[in-house]
């Protein structure tokens, strides 16, 4: 399983956690579409708290987190 | 010719009860902007690095920006800057609101307050009248009651600024407030005043604008420029309104660098708890913003029926992760308190924090703590150690008062307290980000993320990313980062602009504003300049070169849990090269760096 997590309004109509096949996705960009979630309102993707790119592979166990543009301080 | 400076300084003896006006060197201001910049320049030649921060010898100066108050985005800001009794070095407290516009458009770049008043005083200034008035029976109020009852008094067109029981009482860690729940927080410039025998200081003005601009089409050009580019960037047109700082605690805790029951781990499990979207689903009540500041990240929320001030990113942290509590509203309520008794919610909680690890160490006996021991995660000894902090009677209330590095140092163990130059360092583990790190180690301040804001590239993305765990480079963006924010924080604007906005975007506010025709790369050396007077001034305090450093845990102990596991601070790497982009020698400027920067008068000290 991949278990995704959402963020600040990436949250609106969606669960804060989503787990997914690991067969059914193998990049991050796979599990952008298949939530529905367009590129653009990501702003911070993070695989296993490392900052990666939509074409990042993904695997079983990975734990991928987005968060839309956000700043604080 | 108008240059956005009304040329004029308030000089006040407490000790005397002179009043003097005098003229604003006009070059100094060219030279140092204003604000932190000026302020600090003026406090240096006012010869005070020496004396006792709390002794009637060292000075408090208030003091605005040329944008301060002016037609351009969030210029609602002033500083305080003085000697620090927290650290013993340079302090400069910034804080928003609008009590700081009001003292520009009363007429005054700055007020010098100096001396102590034989009895407890507040200032009232109401354009060109400024008078001293007795203080007595605001004594003990707590700073909110201070902020309705001088309201009342004066009107409400006035704008109070206070200190709570914890400046009256000198704590280290008291804050300055202003219009309710905005502070000047850090540095414990609250003391000073309260040592000064200073409840508050109200002002009144008839002006509604800054109307010494000296381009008004060229600032209305400029503005409308920064207006877009903040419109534009999803952070500052949306995405600190909607989940202000708070949202930066699931981030930084998903990259495992959140400091968590003092720093022994990085990774929170409950951080959700505490996060930014659990405060905005369970309490906001709406948005909040300072003067003319179109960002709106501050907080309104409820507190157990009370609307009023909510946390910011760092206490929900300190409060939370780092004293190993996930009750929301508790981080709310000592929030609260942190206001009311007018304390820095950064220091204090972070104190406590120390002080669990100490008790955990068996340091701190159950004995020692008069009922409410410290153990991780108690609600209660949140609250009421907070109270007692900001009100201290006992041995140990003083003791915890006087912040994490004197409390640490007296029980023997000194690498519990997280903090640099005695101030406690903010939310962000510096060996899970590497750039934060050089920040922290060189602030002129202490431990303070807002000098020199590295989580923006590290883990925002902004301007662009840079890997968070490599030390690569990250010495040049610390010192480019330090020296524009000196700048903006010298202008007057809110720090947060920067999100969105860029050396250019400033220097044409600041050209069209003070008539002055800056290149970005001159503006950027003033800062560079700003930095290098802060140095000198904490030279001439004392400071060593081993000041500039970080907790020995975060050099020697690689993190524990989470996604940063197994990391360290590689600060003994990037600090040489730090110290080589700024042109110093040990920590200090070369005479060869203070003759570029037109520093003359401090070659040799
Ligand atoms: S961004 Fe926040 S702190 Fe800054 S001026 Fe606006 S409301 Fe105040």
Known sequence: ?73 | MANAYYEKIARINLTTGEIKVEKLDLDLARKFIGGRGLGTKMLYDEGVATVDPLSPENKLIYITGPMTGAAAPSTGRYMVVTKSPLTGMIACSNSGGIWGAKLKYAGWDAIIVEGQAPEWTYISIDDDKIELLDAREYLGMLSEATDVTLKEKHGSDASVLNIGPAGEKQVLMAAIMNDKDRAAGRSGVGAVMGSKKLKAIVVKCSRKTLDVIADEEALKEATKKALTVLRENPVTSSGLRQLGTAILVNIVNNVGSLPTKNWQESYYEQAEDISGETLAEKYLVKAGACHRCPIACARVIDVNGRVTGGPEYEPLWAYGANCGNNDLNIIDECNMLCNEYGLDAISVPCTIAAAMELYQRGAIKEEDCAGVPLEWGSTKALVEWTKRIGNPETELDWLMSSGSARLCEHYGMPEVSMSVKKQEMPAYDARGIQGIGITYATSNRGGCHVRGYMISPEVLGLPQQLDRTVPDDKAAWAKTFQDLTAVIDSMGHCLFTSFAMGAQEYTDLLNAATGTHYTAEEVLEIGDRIYNIERMFNKAAGMKPEDDRLPKRLLQEPIVNGPSKGMVSQLPLTLPQYYEARGWVDAFPTDETLKKLGLDECIGK
């Open chain 1, 1 to 73: 399983m991949i278990e995704v997590r959402l963020f600040a309004t990436l949250r609106q109509g969606r669960e804060k956690i989503i787990m997914l096949e690991s067969e059914t996705v193998s990049t991050v960009g796979d599990i952008l579409r298949k939530l529905d979630i367009p590129t653009e309102e990501v702003s911070i993707l993070l695989v296993n708290g490392f900052h990666k790119k939509t074409e990042t592979p993904v695997q079983d166990g990975d734990i991928v987190a987005l968060f839309p543009p956000v700043g604080g301080g």
